[in-house]
């Protein structure tokens, strides 16, 4: 219930992203073209929206299990080495994910402690355009853990949580 919320959130901001991307562009390249004056902060901005959609998007894709993967060797390995094999992945991505978050909470604590703004949004403080990286970790080191917990629990190997649930 709660992964499920999660997922249609994190699926919304995407979304949303790629709507006001769009948006965004489109209206700029209309004011450039047709009026000869361009919104100077249009540019930033679909640039903070796509980091953060592209972190959002990763923690989606390690839930569906999309990103690109070397599975020559899980899929040739016989049945009872596949799960072990996987534990140890997840158990390894959800540390590595866990690190990010770590390394990228101290990246944005360092860039809030300085008061940076945005060059051209002198309103929009940078530490929530960093605020992207802790919180992706957290949600891919989550969807790992529970990629290896529906492994633990099911007789099948699993490699995505709709699978398993």
Known sequence: MVDKKIRDTGNFIVAISIMSITIIIFIDVVLRYLFKNSLTWAEELTRYIMVWMTFIGASLCVRDNIHV?????????????????????????????????????????????????????????????????????????????????????????????????
């Open 69 to 165: 993967t070397m599975d020559i060797l899980l899929n040739n390995l016989p049945k009872k080495y596949k799960k072990p094999l996987l534990y140890f992945i997840y158990a390894v991505s959800a540390a590595v994910c866990l690190y990010l978050a770590y390394l990228g909470w101290n990246i944005m604590t360092k860039v809030k402690n300085t008061g940076q703004v945005s060059p051209s949004m002198e309103f929009f403080p940078m530490w929530l355009v960093y605020l992207c990286v802790p919180v992706s970790g957290i949600f891919m080191a989550k969807n790992f853990l529970h990629l290896m917990y529906l492994n633990y629990k099911s007789t099948d190997v699993v490699r995505t949580i709709e699978e398993g649930e």
